[in-house]
Nanobody
Framework: QVQLVESGGGLVQAGGSLRLSCAPS????????MGWYRQVPGKQRELVAT???????KYADGLKGRFTISRDNAKNTVYLQMNRLKPEDTAVYYC???????????????WGQGTQVTVSS
């Protein structure tokens, strides 16, 4: 069973930084787009940033400049560096990735379990 395993969330003061990491557990044949989304209670999950295997990046409006997404294809890991954090960045952050488990299977969409980021004022 393949899962996306996230790490790096926590509590930080406004203006601080956090770095999230996410990688699949188990054997993977290939990975497509990887990304981060976030969700606060009572609201829909929203895009933070995505990155393709070739390095094409997309950010949600207003986050580019404070947030940086990157990936290490050799480690099958995607990162989210979050700087100058604001209280409104408080949310559960979810990793997302398109994974192919074997050459004869299709690409499927996977989600991590979520990691809490809390920014205090």
């Amino acid at each position: 069973q393949v899962q996306l395993v996230e790490s790096g969330g926590g509590l930080v003061q406004a203006g601080g930084s956090l770095r999230l990491s996410c990688a699949p557990s188990g054997s993977i044949f290939s990975i497509g787009v990887m990304g981060w989304y976030r969700q606060v209670p009572g609201k829909q999950r929203e895009l933070v940033a995505t990155i393709t295997s070739g390095g094409i990046i997309k950010y949600a409006d207003g986050l580019k400049g404070r947030f940086t997404i990157s990936r290490d294809n050799a480690k099958n890991t995607v990162y989210l560096q979050m700087n100058r954090l604001k209280p409104e960045d408080t949310a559960v952050y979810y990793c997302n990735a398109e994974l192919r488990r074997a050459s004869w299977t299709s690409m499927y969409d996977y989600w991590g379990q979520g990691t809490q980021v809390t920014v205090s004022s």
